[in-house]
């Protein structure tokens, strides 16, 4: 569906992936055709990756945490910026099993999308599980609210 929408209406599409770890790039670069679509994918697992390959400025990320919608709109934003498209989606989270925090429990995820020349529409999701489901579920979701943004 995805695919389609994109190819339909001419869009290339970019992601910035935090806790998913490529998953969401490598799902959309396993359909044949993808790179009549498909730009480009960042994994940017640190928060010197953000800040160094997203332009994601590092005091944000101090003050509001990387898994925060602030940093995740900034990453969505540095993404459509440099693959210079028209779509792009970042995902930034806590899949556990360690790592969470009061602002952020293990299963909390901040997602971002933006079409260029509209607004970011962030949201967060809280998965359970385990690690593999919340990644999962993260990829899963990303990938129907990419579809529901070209609609």
């Not at 990453?75 to 009061?102: F, I, N």
């Not at 809280?126 to 990644?135: H, K, L, P, T, V």
């Amino acid at each position: 569906m995805l695919a389609d929408r994109c190819l339909t209406q001419g869009l290339r599409m970019a992601v910035a992936e935090s806790c998913t770890g490529g998953w969401l790039a490598k799902c959309c670069t396993d359909l044949p055709g993808s790179s009549d679509w498909f730009e480009c994918g960042w994994v940017t697992y640190s928060n010197e990756a953000k800040s160094q390959s997203l332009g994601v400025d590092p005091e944000l990320i101090r003050q509001e945490g990387a898994v925060s919608q602030a940093v995740v709109e900034a990453m969505v934003v540095g993404a459509l910026e440099r693959a210079q498209c028209d779509l792009a989606c970042a995902v930034s989270g806590v899949a556990g099993p360690s790592g969470g925090t009061e602002r952020a429990p293990v299963g909390c995820v901040w997602f971002a999308f933006l079409r260029a020349g509209r607004e970011v529409c962030s949201e967060r999701r809280d998965f359970s599980g385990g690690r593999d489901a919340a990644r999962r579920a993260s990829v899963l979701h990303a990938l129907r609210r990419l579809a529901e943004e070209i609609s």
